[in-house]
T-cell receptor, first 111, second 113 residues
Framework: TQLLEQSPQFLSIQEGENLTVYCNSS?????LQWYRQEPGEGPVLLVT?????EVKKLKRLTFQFGDARKDSSLHITAAQPGDTGLYLC???????????FGTGTRLTVIP | AAGVIQSPRHLIKEKRETATLKCYPI?????VYWYQQGPGQDPQFLIS???????DKGSIPDRFSAQQFSDYHSELNMSSLELGDSALYFC????????????FGSGTRLTVV
């Protein structure tokens, strides 16, 4: 059973377009993290959101944590080819010493 | 800044052989995690250690074992290897007192032939 579902699974867009990736669960998380992974490399942490309703911005990336701390979204403005990669959300539950990863969204930005 | 170091980077083994993967966490990180990632899949949690004690256990097969040593490095031992064990194995470390979020190593690509 997958604790965190991401959508869409694949996304191919033109350079300059905007996009949103969703990460949903029926479980509550103490924090939600977003990672980006290049082929053959380990995931790299982009951001952690902790408070329900929290919004964090990282240049052209905007991350939001749902009020109930069950879901999150990642919005990219004016996507660039360098944004291409696998985006993974990961949830952290109180009392569990591990991360539950989402199903992943593979983004391709076409020049 | 120091990152999580994993070795070897690539490993090829035959079926039924054993393999040992090593992980050196970031200094002052007190928790180490092992993940397995198959082709096109998200990372699956195997096992974690907090201050050298096993902390949490995921979908780690009985053929696998792991430990964390006094210098905080960790090793994942895999025996009776099967073709299905071929995957990327990542180690990550964290210290919740410093910051949320895990730092992942570059992984070990294990191929079982």
């Amino acid at each position: 059973t997958q604790l965190l579902e991401q959508s869409p699974q694949f996304l191919s867009i033109q350079e300059g377009e905007n996009l949103t990736v969703y990460c949903n669960s029926s479980s509550v998380f103490s924090s939600l993290q977003w990672y980006r992974q290049e082929p053959g490399e380990g995931p790299v942490l982009l951001v952690t959101v902790v408070t329900g309703g929290e919004v964090k911005k990282l240049k052209r990336l905007t991350f939001q944590f749902g009020d109930a701390r069950k879901d999150s979204s990642l919005h990219i403005t004016a996507a660039q080819p360098g944004d291409t990669g696998l985006y993974l959300c990961a949830g952290d539950q109180t009392g569990a010493n591990n991360l539950f990863f989402g199903t992943g969204t593979r983004l391709t930005v076409i020049p | 800044a120091a990152g999580v170091i994993q070795s070897p980077r690539h490993l090829i083994k035959e079926k039924r052989e054993t393999a040992t993967l090593k992980c050196y966490p970031i200094p002052r990180h007190d928790t180490v995690y092992w993940y397995q990632q198959g082709p096109g899949q998200d990372p699956q949690f195997l096992i974690s250690f907090y201050e050298k004690m096993q902390s949490d256990k995921g979908s780690i097969p009985d053929r696998f074992s792991a430990q964390q040593f006094s210098d905080y490095h960790s090793e994942l031992n895999m025996s009776s290897l099967e073709l299905g064990d071929s995957a990327l194995y990542f180690c990550a470390s964290s210290n919740r007192q410093i910051a949320y979020g895990y730092t992942f190593g570059s992984g070990t690509r294990l191929t079982v032939v």
